[in-house]
């Protein structure tokens, strides 16, 4: 149980072009879901929590216009990558919690983006 | 299909305690193993691990690879109460792409 799954896994795009990338959560409702963007140190960086129906909320430092968020479902989020730039080529990861009190996230298992 | 798991599930320990927690994984092509530690929203990065039986250690904090045996442990000695938190462990996977495979996670808890 508590499946998330992440497509594409890999996808490789030109510069400027714009790069959708999907969560799901398979078997659960998620209130909430996140997204996370891996450095090469293999830390990972929350760029945003998104809550079903309304606006996500950006950390610090990541440009809401460039990364765009939808959450437009109980069990998708959807993370838009505009106007790609090689800079932007990075492993982004989504994780869902299902809430009913616990803290638990479950994660995806990422998409790796290439920017030419 | 790829899978990784933790366990156990849930730990709760008094200070001072030593704790291990234990990740299995079944992959195929692995690259490395991650172990982060997450109490609010972020994991943080604790260890890679790449090689069988070698050790790493940051602090209280260590961690061992068994390839062999297809797992991984971390061990907590002396714990704090700041050492309560979710511990996730990752693997990572060359198939035809990058893949991380994260396990569900082991919620640790240190009581006073």
Redo the contacts between chains.
Sequence with gaps: G?VVSQHP??VICKSGTSVKIECRSLDFQATTM?W?R?FP??????MA?SNEGSKATYEQGVEKDKFLINHASLTLSTLTVTSAHPEDSS?Y?CSAEAGLGT?????G??T?LTVL | EDKVVQSPLSLVVHEGDTVTLNCSYEVTNFRSL?W?K?EK?????LF?LTSSGIEKKSGRLSSILDKKELSSILNITATQTGDSA?Y?C?VEALN???????G??T?LLVTP
Aim: aromatic share 20%; no cysteine; glycine share 6%.
């Design positions: 508590a896994s890999r996140f996370y891996q140190k293999k830390s990972l960086m929350l929590t492993f990861i803290d638990t996230q479950y994660f298992p990422g790796r | 991650l982060y997450q929203k972020a994991p943080t990065f890679m979710i996730l990752a035809s792409g990058y893949a991380l495979n994260f569900k996670g919620s």
